[in-house]
């Protein structure tokens, strides 16, 4: 027979407080949502994340509105894909308001619905309440016995889906570049009136250049795009008419415009071309880490670092060192 007293019951919702790590301990493919919405019959949570809301496949869980939710990131895009589980988990016996009593059956009213439920044997008492056991998705399942505790006041109602988020894409071009010379400590010393002139962005060390660090800086325009998360960024650079091939290697870093010394890169990941002809346009698909950090902008530039000597348009060369930025947003 089920021991329905009180301190029994305690102790069972007791034992389902969170486990683990906090709610705001984030992996780096873990984030953390707000349930807003729930579909069981669908498997499915809205949750508020990164500013957005959108339906998601879920683990089954006792999901809570305004609780919180681990949700599981793309690892490539930075997407939200799944619904790992609640970060703090409803409670598996609930008190639910007594609707209709039946020979063996209870009707109750769970989260604004009614539902007639097996009940295991007692005196049940229509507008009281009794004590209810929960599936895994919050499903009432079995009515436990009768109940004296009084019903908390019903939740606000979720908002309705109008944030859900969309595709967009953007081209950006660099506000500025140019190379810093490392030997002199200085910009503008390296073929600054040849090719493209002082915006070309050289990188790699010859014919008695010393080591060359060219940077495009892109201020603020990749965070004013407000994007939830950046899927793709596509960098196209076009290789100054030399005679000489590079792959080009680039690495974000902190500075959006061109800074006073050396432009550092910061530890980002880093991100190569193949081998670009003299004259000719080459593409680099960013990796993930360096479009979050550019998303964010804690990266708001790129610095040439490659070891390959070789120079590239900056903003004096149209369509080079642009970023081809598919993103979502809100809608």
Known sequence: MTDLSSLNVIGLLARQGAQGPGADDDSAVVTTGVVLDVDSAGRRVRVGVRGGDVWLPAVAGRYVADAAVRVLLD???????????AADAGAPVVAAVVIEVGATTVTVEVSGGEVAVPSVAGDYVADETAWVLLDDWGRPVIALGPSSEAVSSPSTPPPSAGGVLETATATI??????TFRVSQGAWDRWNADRYGGASDIYQGNAYGSGLLRGFAGY?????????????????????TADGNSAALTVRGTTHGSRPAGEPTDGSFDLASSST?????????ALPA???????TGAARGLVAVGSAYGGFGGTGTPGSFTLRIRYTKNA
């Open 75 to 85: 690892a490539t895009s930075a997407r939200p894909v799944l619904v790992l589980g």
């Open 173 to 178: 071009g660099p506000q500025s570049s140019g």
């Open 219 to 239: 201020g603020d325009q990749i965070v004013n795009l407000g994007a939830v998360s950046i899927d793709e960024v596509i960098l196209t650079a076009r290789k």
């Open 276 to 284: 670009i002809g003299s004259g000719g346009t080459g593409e680099i």
């Open 289 to 295: 880490g360096l479009r979050e950090a550019l998303r």
